[in-house]
């Protein structure tokens, strides 16, 4: 099958909108099909040969982030390019609500269209009012799909229809696979807990982890903390008051080191307060062998199975946090039977699984996209 997928955000940034594009893309021309994508991008020099670039984007704050998004005349233009020389069988675009370059190929599609939604949000005054306009253009979509339950709600309160609910997916055996990392592991007297998120964004959580740091030492005084992610450090620093020499801060990291830092850590410190529809990270440091500390928020809920498969803190709450950690750490034997569970249950996201399940959805769209239906 030929198969076009439009992304919304600038890949300059990636995130993991991003990542599932390229991971989906990557399975299915794994699997013989022919994979075109195209997305914002300045720097062209490291995208793979099947990807085109729409050029630079513009930064929008969007669902308590920024989003780098790209459109106007000259955008339009190189989607509908782009649509004429790539002759698709189907056009995935995701997040087609969003002014960028999926909405743009969806307006210009004259193949069968799949969208997938990955937002969720309790409210959102610009949604609402945007929403009557943009349906008549979202009737263009042969199939929906959403990555949870939460973007399934979000879409349907605000855009209508329904959607298939396929979640983001996971290369669970690469994280399987990664070797413990020394610079990354506890014991018993001295356990490691990880972060992983953009340091300056309070939406990741790292503030809630700060206030609740003191705390954890109190009852494990050798507890280490090890943070990962981009953004001002010596801030981030400061939230930690007189615990910041127990915290090691890492900054960017590679692929290679993040799968290292999951493997590895006692505790995996999941504390978003809000805006995701999924969990990504969540999965990988399941697949990878970590203790998930997650918040309670639903997309979190749904993917540890409402504490089944990890421990959950009320969101927002750092006494709640530092509670949940304390006991995680004083009962290996449970964190051990934990991990355990949610080893396998990591593997019903494998990128085998959910590509065949996207792939469904094409095949249902491409059938049924000219069948007359009886009046």
């Known amino acids: 099958m030929k198969i076009g997928i439009a992304c919304p955000y600038s890949w300059d940034v990636p995130g993991g909108v991003q990542f599932h594009i390229r991971d989906l893309a990557e399975e299915l021309i794994r699997r013989g099909h022919d994979v075109r994508?195209?997305?914002?991008?300045?720097?062209?020099?490291?995208?793979?040969?099947?990807f085109t670039s729409t050029g630079a984007a513009i930064p929008i704050r969007y669902n308590g982030s920024v989003a780098r998004l790209s459109f106007g005349p000259?955008?339009?233009?190189?989607v509908r390019r782009w649509i004429r020389d790539g002759e698709f069988d189907v056009i995935h675009v995701h997040e087609p609500f969003i002014p960028s370059v999926a909405m743009l190929a969806l307006m210009s599609a004259e193949c069968p269209v799949v969208s997938t939604f990955h937002t969720a949000m309790d409210r959102s005054i610009a949604m609402g009012i945007a929403a009557p306009a943009l349906r008549p253009v979202l009737d263009k979509i042969q199939s929906?799909?959403?990555?949870s339950q939460e973007a399934r709600r979000t879409a349907v309160q605000y855009l209508g229809g329904d959607a298939y609910v396929i979640p983001n997916g996971v290369y669970t055996k690469t994280f399987e696979a990664a070797p413990v990392d020394e610079r990354f592991t506890g014991t018993r007297e001295a356990p490691t807990l990880g972060f992983l998120g953009r340091l300056d964004e309070p939406r990741k959580g790292l503030p809630v982890v700060a206030r609740a740091y003191e705390k954890i030492l109190s009852e494990h005084p050798g507890t280490r903390l090890i943070v990962a992610g981009r953004g001002d450090v010596k801030a981030a620093r400061k939230m930690f008051g007189a615990a910041?020499?127990?915290?090691?801060?890492?900054?960017?990291?590679?692929?290679?080191?993040?799968?290292?830092?999951?493997?590895?850590?006692?505790?995996?410190?999941?504390?978003?307060?809000?805006?995701e529809s999924f969990g990504i990270i969540l999965v990988e440091a399941m697949s990878a062998g970590s203790f998930v500390v997650s918040s309670d928020i639903p997309a979190f809920r749904a993917v540890l199975s409402n504490g089944e498969f990890g421990g959950h803190f009320s969101n927002d709450d750092d006494g709640s946090l530092a509670e949940t950690v304390i006991a995680a750490l004083a009962d290996p034997q449970r964190r051990a039977q934990v991990v355990a569970a949610a080893h396998e249950e990591a593997?019903?996201?494998?990128?085998?699984?959910?590509?065949?399940?996207?792939?469904?959805v094409y095949e249902t769209a491409y059938r049924t996209a000219n069948m007359e239906v009886d009046q």
């Open 74 to 78: 000259r955008v339009n233009a190189s």
């Open 347 to 360: 593997h019903r996201y494998d990128w085998e699984t959910v590509a065949s399940q996207v792939y469904a």
């Open 144 to 147: 929906r799909i959403a990555v």
């Open 244 to 275: 910041a020499d127990s915290v090691e801060f890492l900054g960017g990291v590679s692929e290679a080191d993040k799968e290292a830092l999951l493997s590895s850590v006692d505790i995996y410190l999941a504390p978003n307060t809000g805006g």
């Open 37 to 50: 994508v195209i997305t914002p991008a300045e720097d062209t020099a490291e995208l793979p040969d099947y």
